[in-house]
């Protein structure tokens, strides 16, 4: 299926390793130029590279996303480059696995200002491009902790449910506008990237494809989707058992 995507620009951040990375595959993949970003610039020169030699154009900038100036100038430099900007996949890494009792005020804000503020920056920065260019589609990942909480995984917990809170109501004042532009959170289960190493899962654990992730997304940000906005949509293979 054609997702009507082709000649369009998207920005993923965080997007040289796992998830993100599978996000800007795919949309490259659809025709459309990608703006991709991280930390580590050997991790960044490779992504950028792999993308080229499937044929995508490709903007890469080293970027640290929970930096609060760092979403705006990656817009800003996306439009620069492309003279547009129609697809937003807000990214960023994961906090450090803690039990509730044991969080400190320093550690919950430095979770919300990776997951949580870090995409509300994002799509603020972005919507003035879409709404002039009449299409818009912003995705941010999220986590399957935000309909059953991990335990131990409290940071997580506490933030994207907060950026799920949010992206809800945004939804909502999008729908109301003229423009097709649309806001939706996409919450992953386990896949298999370097962060569930980090969080100790097993080998032999049953986990996603990347890949396959980000064609969900990638439909998402699709001219077909026009009426997917506000939705959570929970990618964990029936991992979780909440209703």
Not at 48 to 74: F, H, I, K, Y
Not at 150 to 174: F, H, I, M, Y
Request: glycine share 10%; net charge negative; aromatic share 4%.
């Amino acid at each position: 299926m054609d997702l009507g995507i082709g000649g369009r620009v998207a920005l993923v951040t965080a997007s040289t390793r796992g998830l993100g990375r599978a996000c800007a595959e795919a949309l490259a993949a659809e025709g459309a130029s990608v703006t991709v970003c991280g930390r580590d610039p050997a991790a960044l020169a490779v992504a950028v590279q792999a993308l080229e030699v499937a044929g995508a154009a490709v903007l890469g900038m080293v970027a640290d996303v929970t930096d609060p100036g760092t979403p705006g100038r990656l817009v800003d430099a996306t439009v620069e480059r492309f003279g547009r900007l129609d697809m937003v996949v807000a990214n960023a890494g994961g906090p450090p696995p803690m039990r509730a009792l044991q969080v400190d005020d320093d550690a919950v804000r430095a979770a919300i200002e990776a997951n949580l503020l870090t995409s509300v920056r994002l799509v603020r920065a972005a919507v003035p491009h879409m709404r002039a260019g009449g299409f818009g589609r912003l995705c941010c990942i999220s986590s399957y902790t935000i309909v059953q909480a991990a335990p131990t995984l409290a940071l997580s917990n506490l933030a994207r449910t907060g950026l799920w809170a949010w992206a809800k109501t945004a939804a909502a004042d999008l729908a109301s506008e003229a423009a097709d532009i649309t806001l939706n959170v996409v919450c992953p289960g386990p896949h298999a990237t370097e962060r569930m190493v980090q969080l100790g899962a097993p080998p032999d654990a049953v986990m996603g494809n990347p890949a396959d992730f980000g064609a969900a997304v990638a439909f998402l940000c699709s001219a077909q989707a026009r009426f997917v906005n506000g939705a959570a949509l929970v990618i964990d293979g029936g991992a979780t058992l909440a209703i």
